[in-house]
């Protein structure tokens, strides 16, 4: 009998397993971040309808709530699964980030917080611009890192500590923001195993830095979940610290990571987040960096009661918000700021039933009043009877997007309530109980004025930000060869190349607008008449960048990593005929006037190692290890090689050390927001371990594009120059 019981036993249990979890029974089961809407929303064409045995099925009151109670059964389910434990949005440090709906990235090159005339911060010029044109913010992620990162051994905190004025110079940044009432974060990369080790566990080194920088909280690229470990290290610290993921993380992380972002797959159907479902104090950010219209992005995170990532210099590319979607996040934000309580509670009601077709709202009950966020996912304008809701003696209804008290019709137990929506455009409802307030009201007539002009009437056409070329003015022209100098013949130059950015595919904006081209982007191809000229035939090294310094007595108004490798003013003993570094662009254009030359135009620069056979390096079609260093993959900076160590590596002209040593300066190119360098050569520094490090441009037809902040910053221990004189 014990035998047979056994066996019985066995067998039911290998055909539970053989179930698909069916203990976490749903028929809406999350996709990555996203939980499915009901059924009754997909739209189905007929011979679909004919395929499933069935005609259309209508989305009924009965039917939503049978979704409703699906995805309440999984929620509670889910939290005793993970163990869930609320403790974190408890805390009074972190709760300001369930209000926390307008977040913007923010690169700390752009001029519009940091200007490089007057060299300060300009936080405030920052903060008026975003608040005219869409509204404000209520954090706002700066970001000093990649795509730069890589370029020499510097750290994801070097790089912090490099910026203008150093940690204290940061500090008095992040006061600033908090002075206007925005909060700051920062990111965090655990991919950047390859640069400078900072000598203790991460988690210790970013909560100590965020401390003394003041920052409230740290974004976690590309992590799918900060670890715990984090959090607990920001607690030990004694600063809390709210972190914030990128990609789907595990629902046990929803605990102790506060905030994440949203990068969703539209569809016509808005869908449920789930981390919001699971935690409505938990704070999306939906982030859509490429897409040039907005409304999929606003128009889920008002549906989710969530924010979103107004994210517009996207590495040093702009990709600014078109005026409409500027209004839409100006009265979506106003909302939810007003309202943000309303938010952060577990009786919210996705899909509440609407009467139209493409319009969805979700119910937000608070105390004894009740708001709806409701979107038109249609491409046309809804008028009239838009929804229905219980009677109740002594309720007022006002259309809050509209800024209007509503006067609804009683259908028996119902009142039905009529109000326009334009298309792909906003609504949202309060019912309430007595007076409004002085709040309410006060809302009521911000909204009023603000939605008097329809969306429709902003301008929606998105256009690439106009880059220009700084130029440069020619030298003296001179007819024989100078010292040191290698001639190149002008003629007739195909000038092919092509950036080298990890992301940004081929997008209007991406790279750099030559003067000759109508936008910015990143494949260029221009046949060009240069003129004659003499180039360097080897990079400035570090005894001819003494005898500038003797001579005129240069010191830099901005004196940050100025020639770091050395000491007291003189560099290592045996270094005299290696590259010099860890110069700005702004260095290597006084070593070049004092000199009587200039810094190469970047396509001067590619004439002379490529000649005109279209060579893809400078000493032909096939790699050489031999012309170039040995590529350092360590954590440490090797010093570059001597400029003549590799004979092997002269282009035709007989110019060499144009590759694999050090970068080169060349050309500057600057647009509103961003200013940017072209390095050519690439260097012999390449840290492992990651993808996102800056790329090396060891070809004849790439070339790098370094972001510009200031000359602390935008020093390296691996850019060098050459410069060139005019021919006549």
Request: charged share 25%.
């Amino acid at each position: 009998m014990k035998r047979v019981t056994r066996i019985g036993l066995l067998a039911a249990s290998a055909a539970l397993a053989a179930l698909p979890l069916r203990a976490q029974d749903s028929n809406y089961r999350p996709q990555g971040q996203q939980i499915p809407p009901p059924a009754c929303y997909t739209l189905t064409e007929a011979w679909e309808d004919l395929r499933a045995g069935q005609g259309p099925q209508p989305c009924t009151p009965q039917l939503q709530q049978e979704w409703l109670k699906d995805v309440r059964h999984w929620r509670e389910e889910r939290r005793i699964r993970i163990g869930y434990d609320d403790a974190r949005y408890r805390m009074p440090e972190l709760k300001w980030a369930q209000s926390s709906f307008i977040q913007p990235q923010t690169m700390v090159q752009d001029r519009y917080l940091y200007d490089p005339i007057q060299h300060k911060y300009t936080v405030d010029r920052y903060l008026d611009d975003v608040e005219t044109r869409y509204g404000g913010i209520d954090s706002v992620l700066i970001w000093p890192t990649y795509p730069n990162m890589g370029i020499d051994d510097r750290n994801q905190h070097d790089l912090v500590r490099a910026m203008p004025g150093g940690l204290e110079g940061v500090r008095g940044m992040v006061a600033d923001f908090h002075r206007r009432g925005v909060k700051v974060m920062f990111p965090m990369m655990m991919w950047d195993q390859g640069t400078r080790d900072p000598g203790k566990p991460w988690a210790d080194a970013i909560a100590e830095l965020m401390k003394e920088l003041g920052a409230d909280g740290v974004n976690g690229d590309t992590q799918d979940g900060v670890p715990l470990a984090f959090s607990l290290a920001a607690d030990r610290a004694g600063h809390p610290l709210a972190f914030e993921p990128e990609l789907t993380m595990a629902d046990e992380a929803l605990a102790w990571d506060v905030m994440h972002w949203g990068q969703y797959k539209y569809q016509f159907v808005p869908t449920l987040d789930k981390y919001r479902w699971l935690e409505p104090r938990h704070q999306v950010h939906i982030s859509d960096r490429w897409n040039h219209n907005k409304t999929d992005a606003l128009q889920f995170a008002f549906f989710n009661g969530e924010g979103w990532e107004s994210w517009e210099n996207v590495w040093g590319i702009w990709n600014g918000i078109t005026p409409r979607d500027g209004e839409a996040t100006r009265r979506v934000a106003t909302i939810e700021r007003a309202m943000a309580p309303f938010f952060a509670n577990e009786d919210w009601e996705p899909f509440y039933p609407m009467t139209f077709y493409g319009v969805f709202a979700s119910r937000w009950p608070f105390g004894n009043r009740t708001l709806w966020t409701i979107v038109n996912r249609n491409a046309y304008d809804v008028d009239g009877r838009q929804m229905t809701i219980p009677f109740a003696d002594g309720a007022r209804y006002f259309d809050i997007y509209h800024g209007v008290e509503l006067h609804p019709d009683r259908d028996g137990t119902n009142m039905v309530l009529s109000f326009p929506m334009e298309a792909h455009g906003y609504g949202a409802v309060l019912v309430l109980h007595g007076d409004p307030g002085p709040d309410i009201s006060a809302l009521l007539a911000k909204m009023k004025t603000m939605s008097a002009k329809p969306l429709s009437s902003y301008a929606n056409d998105w256009k690439p930000l106009a880059q220009s070329l700084v130029e440069v003015k020619p030298t003296a022209a001179v007819a024989s060869v100078p010292q040191g100098m290698v001639k190149i013949l002008g003629g007739s130059f195909d000038f092919k190349v092509e950036g080298i950015e990890i992301e940004g595919h081929n997008d209007a904006g991406v790279d750099v607008q030559y003067p000759w081209e109508q936008d910015a982007r990143r494949f260029h191809d221009h046949r060009l008449a240069v003129k004659s000229f003499y180039i360097d035939k080897y990079p400035v090294t570090n005894a001819q960048f003494k005898a500038f310094l003797d001579a005129a007595h240069y010191r830099p108004a901005d004196a940050l990593n100025f020639l770091k490798d050395w000491t007291g003013g003189q560099y290592p003993q045996g270094w005299d005929n290696k590259p010099v570094t860890w110069v700005s662009q702004e260095d290597a254009r006084a070593y070049a006037a004092w000199a009587g030359k200039r810094l190469p135009r970047e396509w001067e620069w590619q004439f002379a190692a490529q000649g005109t056979d279209g060579r893809l390096y400078p000493w032909g079609n096939d790699w050489d290890a031999a012309a170039v260093p040995t590529p350092d993959r360590g954590r440490t900076l090797s010093a570059p090689d001597a400029v003549d160590a590799h004979p092997k590596g002269a282009s035709a002209y007989g110019v060499m050390d144009l590759v694999g040593n050090v970068w080169q300066w060349t050309d500057e190119y600057v647009d509103a927001h961003t200013r940017a360098a072209i390095l050519r050569g690439g260097s012999h520094y390449q840290p492992a371990g990651a993808i996102w490090y800056f790329p090396q441009a060891f070809r004849n037809d790439q070339h790098g594009k370094l972001l510009l902040m200031a000359p602390g910053y935008d020093r390296s221990g691996t850019v060098g120059f050459r410069c060139v004189k005019d021919a006549s």
